[in-house]
């Protein structure tokens, strides 16, 4: 019993596990609008993206997540505009873009050997977070919180058609933008926990995952907040026993949690689709 | 400092030559690629791997045996949640992959072998050993010969499946058969570049020479001169200033694509500014350089 609480009783373990768990709430929270957009790539790409800003940002001595959201956003934007000016398709222009940022974040860092490490960024380094990171953290979550909380019925609409959206007179241009903007908030503060490669794994799977299991948008956003909370805790916590990635741990149980619904889930699983089938086929 | 002096060593020589063959095999398959809209499937493939160096270092087998057999299983169950639930393919991918990736790092705690790790992801080209040159070597030349022996059939699976199957073309063979090329392209690339950025050269050459061409074959020739040039001058840059050689192999490759983006002799954005100026100015000569524009591939 009292090695299950060994982890509590170290004050970095504990900051770990919970801001893990704030963060695994917003990304989930947001997961929801990604899924339903099919931006999943763009979550990926985005949170590549943000390396050349959090090394730039370093250089100057300015707070990591301003470089890094500057980053995703000119990342954003140069998607965007290269889509609109060339004959390639969209996931091509990503794939071009985000690789372009990524590499150049690379030649910066091994240009300029900083004491920003290099695994830290792919990797995330939860334990060692420092204090003012934590307020960057908490700062990052709270206004994605408000601008969700507040717009999350026009975003929803707007993921969900674009068009109606925009025929009932809501500004899809400045929505699209703030979707945007809200991934890259989110892809910055989902850095420091797992790391630039496993960002995408925040951002998509707890959105899927509760998709198996509800058809109503307000129980999916409650499923995965809820998903995603309990894995990052889960995570954090189990990675102390490992002995190790505490990104790797939270993500594979997020993804133990998707196959877990994939195959049980009540009406969209696998065992469900195969029962109806049966009785489709007995009746 | 003499312009020639990388020459003088023999591991920049290895490097320049695992370097360009590297650069072509992706190239070539970069242009199926993009056509086919697979962007991401290179991505999530490369990531995918990690799983399976692990677990092969650990039970002693060939890295490239289990990054190929964990690469191949990120595509096939990819494919099979797909078309067994329904959450789109971008979704599913980006879970798999992930899930595959977080695995490997967690198995990998379970490995001492720091070096090892960043070899992979960020790769080695210039301290590449000469069994592992010698696996590249091989593994981008069967890729290249098959592909390019295949490359009508290929093509037309990945232009139109629809029409490749009328005619009478295996396509759930080509499917398979493509996915494991490009599986053998990101284990073969998986030294050299490192499997965070071979993403880059599985997209950006197809997409620079898409832009400069509208015939496939000269696309894919295109293509290739392009990343073979690139990925040398990478090499060669990366000697002078002392950085990360995959980030300067991928960075001339973006350096190109720029060019052909602005300066494309048809489709670059100063081509079309031009044309949509000059019928601005002439409107009877309209629809002219549109038809010449959408009449290609």
């Known amino acids: ?283 | 400092m003499n312009w020639l002096d990388p020459f003088r060593y023999s591991f920049m020589n290895e490097a320049l030559l695992t370097g360009a063959v590297v650069g072509a095999v992706c190239a070539v398959l970069s242009c199926y690629l993009v056509l086919k809209g697979w962007s991401l499937m290179g991505d999530a493939i490369s990531h995918a791997v990690l799983p399976g160096v692990v677990i092969a270092y650990m039970l002693g087998l060939p890295l490239a045996l289990g990054a190929f057999a964990s690469g191949l299983f990120c595509a096939i169950a990819t494919g099979w949640i797909r078309s067994n639930s329904r959450i789109k393919e971008d979704t599913v991918m980006g879970i798999v992959f992930t899930g595959l990736f977080a695995l490997g790092l967690v198995l990998f705690t379970k490995v001492q072998s720091e070096a090892h790790l960043n070899h992979i992801l960020f790769g080695n080209i210039l301290g590449i050993e000469k069994a592992e040159m010698l696996q590249t070597l091989i593994t981008a030349i069967v890729t290249l010969v098959v592909v390019l022996l295949l490359r009508k059939d290929l093509l037309l699976f990945c232009f139109d499946v629809g029409h490749a199957r009328s005619i009478g073309l295996a396509t759930a063979g080509l499917y398979y058969l493509f996915l494991s090329l490009l599986a053998a392209t990101i284990v073969a690339s998986m030294q050299a570049v490192g499997i965070i950025l071979v993403v880059a050269m599985l997209v950006i050459p197809g997409c620079t020479a898409r832009l400069l061409t509208d015939r496939f074959d000269r696309m894919l020739l295109v293509a290739v001169s392009v990343s073979v040039v690139a990925s040398s001058l990478g090499v060669y840059v990366s000697f002078f200033i002392n950085a990360s050689t995959a980030a300067c192999m991928v960075l001339a490759q973006s350096l190109f694509f720029t060019l052909a983006f602005f300066a494309g002799p048809k489709y670059g954005w100063l081509a079309i500014r031009n044309q949509r100026r000059s019928s601005g100015k002439a409107r009877t000569a309209s629809g002219a350089p549109e038809m010449a524009r959408n009449g290609g591939l």
């Open chain 1, 1 to 283: 019993m009292n090695e299950l609480l060994m982890p509590f009783h170290y004050e970095y373990m504990v900051k770990a596990i919970l801001v893990s768990g704030l963060i695994g709430g917003v990304c989930a929270f947001l997961s929801c609008f990604i899924t339903l957009k099919g931006w999943s790539l763009m979550g990926d790409a985005l949170s590549h993206a943000v390396v050349p800003g959090v090394s730039l940002a370093w250089l100057l001595g300015l707070p990591f997540s301003v470089g890094a959201f500057l980053a995703g956003i000119l990342a954003a934007l140069g998607m965007g505009w290269v889509k609109a000016n060339s004959r390639l398709r969209e996931d091509a222009v990503i794939g071009v873009v985000f690789t372009t940022f990524f590499a150049l974040g690379l030649l910066l860092l091994s240009l300029f050997p900083s004491n920003l490490n290099l695994r830290t960024i792919i990797f995330g380094n939860i334990l060692a977070i420092s204090d003012p990171d934590i307020l960057q953290v908490l700062i990052i979550s709270a206004l994605s919180v408000l601008v969700l909380g507040l717009k999350w019925k026009d975003l929803l609409l707007f993921c969900f058609d674009e068009t109606h959206a925009r025929s009932i007179g809501l500004n899809t241009r400045f929505l699209h933008f703030m979707l945007l903007a809200l991934l890259s908030a989110t892809a910055v503060a989902a850095l420091q926990t797992v790391g630039a490669c496993l960002v995408v794994a925040m951002l998509v799977t707890p959105g899927a995952t509760a998709y198996l299991l509800t058809d109503r948008f307000g129980t999916m956003l409650f499923l995965a907040t809820a998903i995603g909370v309990s894995c990052s805790l889960l995570g954090a916590y189990t990675s102390y026993f490992l002995n190790g990635s505490t990104g790797g741990c939270i993500v594979v149980l997020q993804t133990l949690a998707f196959l877990a619904a994939l195959i049980l889930a009540p009406k969209h699983g696998l065992l469900s689709a195969r029962v109806q089938r049966q009785a489709a086929s007995l009746s």
